[in-house]
Every structure is written in structure tokens, then in C-alpha cells.
Nanobody
Framework: QVTLVESGGGLVQPGGSLKLSCEAS????????MAWFRQAPGKEREFVAV???????TFYADSVKGRFAISRDNAKMSHLQLNRLQLEDTAIYYC????????????????????????WGQGTQVTVSS
């Protein structure tokens, strides 16, 4: 069974940093596109970042570009580094994965659409507060 488990969330002051991790129990990890989404209270789940199978390309939501960084490693982990956190970054952060989608840099691939991803973690809470 394929599962994703997030960790690293917590309470942080504005301007602070956190590193989220997603451990994937996926035998063929390298064949999955990995992404992060988030959902704030009362809002829809929204795209944050995605990384290609080989890790060579990344894409970000405009709201986090330049502040967040997605990565992946050979230990079947995906990470999301959150820097210069703002109050509006408060949300539950979810790791997502999909084996069947085309690469995010292929035109027409809606990597920002949560329905593109077939596997989801349980989420980890990030709270930014002074």
C-alpha cells in the first residue's frame, strides 16, 4: 500500500522558517511526481509546489515563490522548506503524489489541480502567529 506521511509542522513567528518532510512508502519513488498543497481554515485546498520525477524542475504558486523550496531525495522523501513565513501561510500542508500524470513542464498538465494527484498524506499543521 502506498502511503505518504508528513512531518515538521508547528507554530512559528512571522518571518520564521520551517522544514516539512513527506516520507513516501513507494517502491518506485522515482516514477512519482511529488507536490505540496495547503488548506487554510474555510478555504479550498490550494497548490503550493511541485517537483518532477528526477527533481530537475520545480514550479511554485505565486504566493510562495522565492520563499518556499521543494526538494526530493533518494531516501523516498520530499521536503518543503518554508522561509519568511507570513500569517497567511497558516494552513494544513499536504503532500501529494502521482505516478500517471505527465511531467509538470509538459504544456497542458494541470499540476496545480488537486484532482491530478492520486495519493495524499494526512497533512501537517503550520501555524504562523506572533
Amino acid at each position: 500500500q502506498v502511503t505518504l506521511v508528513e512531518s515538521g509542522g508547528g507554530l512559528v513567528q512571522p518571518g520564521g522558517s520551517l522544514k516539512l518532510s513527506c516520507e513516501a512508502s513507494i517502491p518506485t519513488f522515482g516514477t512519482y511526481v511529488m507536490a505540496w498543497f495547503r488548506q487554510a481554515p474555510g478555504k479550498e485546498r490550494e497548490f503550493v509546489a511541485v517537483i518532477t520525477r528526477a527533481g530537475g524542475s520545480t514550479f511554485y504558486a505565486d504566493s510562495v515563490k522565492g520563499r518556499f523550496a521543494i526538494s526530493r531525495d533518494n531516501a523516498k522523501m520530499s521536503h518543503l522548506q518554508l522561509n519568511r513565513l507570513q500569517l497567511e501561510d497558516t494552513a494544513i500542508y499536504y503532500c501529494a503524489a502521482d505516478e500517471n500524470m505527465k511531467s509538470p513542464f509538459v504544456p497542458g498538465v494541470e499540476y496545480w489541480d488537486r484532482s491530478t494527484y492520486g495519493i495524499w498524506g494526512q497533512g501537517t499543521q503550520v501555524t504562523v502567529s506572533s
